[in-house]
Nanobody
Framework: VQLQASGGGLVQAGGSLRLSCAAS????????IGWYRQAPGKQRELVAV????????MYGDSVKGRFTISRDNAKSTVYLQMNSLKPEDTAVYYC??????????????????WGQGTQVTVSS
């Protein structure tokens, strides 16, 4: 599976951005697609993940209520709508795909497919 992330950029605190992750290749083998982020000097953390059918989602505690993950299966694309952005949301955001159940996604070392990162910078 190949993943192409896009949509990062610079935004002021309180603003919004939408990230996109387009999947190609053997997408039928994937159970879920999601996003992680990694800030300088910090560990990679789960942001959000959505199941293949879109019926199940999971969010990191720090983004609950502000970020929404969704998917368009016809386009094999997953979106991350980020609202009420804070400076602490500044990080490189990585798209990922896996056959693992959603509850395993808290362990990024077990994720097998990664896209390139996209920088999100939130200014205060």
């Amino acid at each position: 599976v190949q993943l192409q992330a896009s949509g990062g950029g610079l935004v002021q605190a309180g603003g919004s951005l939408r990230l996109s992750c387009a999947a190609s290749g053997s997408t039928f083998s994937i159970n879920a697609i999601g996003w992680y982020r990694q800030a300088p000097g910090k560990q990679r953390e789960l942001v959000a993940v959505v199941s293949n059918g879109g019926g199940s989602t999971m969010y990191g505690d720090s983004v609950k209520g502000r970020f929404t993950i969704s998917r368009d299966n016809a386009k094999s694309t997953v979106y991350l709508q980020m609202n009420s952005l804070k400076p602490e949301d500044t990080a490189v955001y990585y798209c990922a795909a896996s056959t693992l159940l959603l509850r395993i996604w808290v362990q990024p070392e077990r994720i097998g497919n990664w896209g390139q990162g996209t920088q999100v910078t939130v200014s205060s």
